[in-house]
């Protein structure tokens, strides 16, 4: 009888201590499997959402903040070239209607450069998308350069008195004369306003065109200022729309701007710098 009893505890030991093993395991069970699931599960949600967060600025890398408004867009250009040229930078650009401004820069220790686009979204100064023809169009060219001495920024500019160099006069109204001058093909009408020489180019074979754009120039400017060179400037409008440029001194450095279809566009970009 007693070795019954003994043996029937010695069992139930057994099933008691088998029971509490079974149990102190189960929660080591779920920790087991989580350990190569889960965590790292959750470190690639994260370091993708880092990355998804990271990518808009991916082709933005070193470029100011883009700005929905032309003074924003400017002062962001003004930025971005980091010179010490004392350059002045347009007020404004005459732009289609629903695109933004944006430019692309370059500078070095005697010349800066932009190149102004509209664009159909807002970018930031320097984007890879201003590349894009799709994306954007270039409005125009500005270059300045500036030169050892005021004598030498001056002989960049072909400066002319159109009055002494002859030539047929016309009346371009306002009382202003403006003067004729054919060759190679070429049909040149210029004029003076203040200390800037201005001439437009047509073809021999449609005089008119030349002179029609003389008068319409010189009724913009009636009502419009372009910046006050030191000491002269000279504009070229091509009624081909190919070459225009417009060019002016400020003591030593020289801006020039070029890449302009629309000659009177380029006039009204010019009018932007007067301040």
Same mark, same amino acid.
């Given at each position: 009888?007693?070795?019954?009893? @003994? ?5 139930? @030991? ?7 093993? *079974? ?5 080591? *069970? ?28 991916? /082709? ?10 032309q003074a924003g867009a400017l002062k962001n250009? *003004? ?5 010490? #040229? ?11 209607? &629903?695109? @933004? #401004? ?6 070095? /220790?005697?010349?800066?450069?932009? #190149? ?50 002859? &030539?047929?006069?016309?009346?371009? &109204? ?23 020489? #201005? ?10 065109? &030349?002179l029609k754009l003389a008068k319409q120039a ?22 081909y729309k190919s070459g225009n440029i417009i ?17 009177? *566009? ?6 932007? @710098?007067?301040?």
């Amino acid at each position: 009888m007693k070795k019954i009893l @003994f043996t029937f505890m010695l069992l139930s @030991f057994s099933i008691i201590s088998a029971c509490t093993d *079974k149990e102190e395991s189960v929660p080591n *069970k779920p920790q087991e499997e989580q350990q190569p699931n889960e965590p790292n599960k959750s470190q690639d949600e994260e370091h993708e959402s880092h990355e998804n967060q990271q990518e808009p600025n991916k /082709t933005n890398t070193g470029n100011t903040v883009a700005s929905n408004t032309q003074a924003g867009a400017l002062k962001n250009i *003004k930025d971005q070239l980091q010179t010490d #040229l004392p350059i002045i930078l347009p007020k404004g650009l005459p732009i289609t209607k &629903g695109t @933004f #401004l944006s430019a692309t820069t370059k500078a070095e /220790t005697n010349q800066v450069e932009v #190149l102004f686009f509209e664009s159909k979204e807002v970018l930031p100064i320097n984007d890879k998308k201003l590349k894009n023809s799709q994306t954007a169009t270039v409005i125009a060219r500005l270059v300045v350069k500036q030169y050892q001495n005021p004598k030498e920024a001056n002989e960049q500019i072909s400066y002319q008195n159109f009055s002494q160099n002859g &030539g047929q006069k016309v009346d371009l &109204g306002y009382n202003i004369n403006g003067y004729q001058d054919a060759g190679a093909g070429s049909l040149w009408t210029g004029w003076n306003e203040g200390r800037w020489a #201005l001439a437009t180019h047509t073809r021999t074979e449609n005089p008119e065109a &030349g002179l029609k754009l003389a008068k319409q120039a010189v009724q913009f400017l009636e009502t419009h200022m372009l910046p006050i060179p030191k000491q002269n400037g000279f504009a070229r409008l091509d009624v081909y729309k190919s070459g225009n440029i417009i060019v002016w001194q400020d003591e030593k450095l020289v801006y020039t701007l070029d890449s302009i279809k629309e000659p009177l *566009k380029a006039l009204e970009i010019a009018t932007g @710098f007067y301040h």
